[in-house]
């Protein structure tokens, strides 16, 4: 089994009495380091991971004179290891863009350039008013962002798994089994729009989007989206 599956995880566990076999296999790790009877560590427990689990003594089942160990994996997942990252994201609506271009329109730049002893400050100066008026004019969103969330699952998705939740725990299977099943749908149609939105980025070739996308999932695991907005403005 090893040789046909090289990278499955092999668990071997037995009374081995005085035997380790972590001297004829060096491969393998013995986990279990609580004493199964009296002061003896009798059982063991053996996989090619090592540290992949901690032990923990336990009372004997029944009449056995064999203690029970609890063995407990030391892995955690990403995102218990990691913490979530607050993230604040600028909406450029239509109507933020036509007001901020006002505010552009507006500006009487020749003050910049008087205000300036060269071309380093001017620039300076003027990125400056650019970034004040961003901020003023293009509202802001801030949620905290976990290494898990899918770049496919957006507000709407995240209302419906909410009305799922809530139908479950009314009892009503009508409504739990309509709720579930819009939600199974427009899953479906914001993976597609997804894909449609990355085939389109590598068509039109634009590498920066491109790579953008790819740093996310680098970044992301296979749980659910778990993404929590705290404020809008």
Known sequence: ?????????IIILGDFNKTNLTRELAKYKQHNTC??????????????????????PRAALGLSYHCLVHLLPTYKQKLKSAK??????????????LE???????????????????????????TSY???????????R????????KPWFTGKLRQL???????????DKT???????????????????????????FSANDPACVWKGLKKHQVQDTSPTLCRELSNS
């Open 1 to 9: 089994m090893e040789q046909q599956h090289p990278d499955s995880l």
């Open 35 to 56: 004493p199964t009877r009296e002061i003896n560590i009798l059982d063991h427990c053996y996989t090619t991971v090592k540290n992949a689990y901690r032990s923990v």
């Open 84 to 97: 979530p990252v607050v993230r604040t994201v600028k909406r450029w609506t239509n109507e933020a863009e």
């Open 100 to 126: 901020l271009q006002a505010c552009f329109d507006c500006t009487d730049c020749s003050v910049f350039e008087a205000a300036a002893t060269d071309l380093d400050e001017l620039t300076d100066t003027v």
């Open 130 to 140: 650019i970034s004040f008026c961003e901020d003023m004019h293009i509202p802001t």
């Open 142 to 149: 801030t949620f905290l962002s976990f290494n898990n969330d």
């Open 161 to 171: 798994r909410h009305a799922k939740e809530d139908a479950y725990r009314s009892g």
């Open 175 to 201: 409504l739990y089994n309509q709720a579930r099943n819009t939600l199974t749908k427009e899953i479906r149609v914001a993976k597609r729009s997804y894909s449609e939105k990355l085939k389109n980025q």
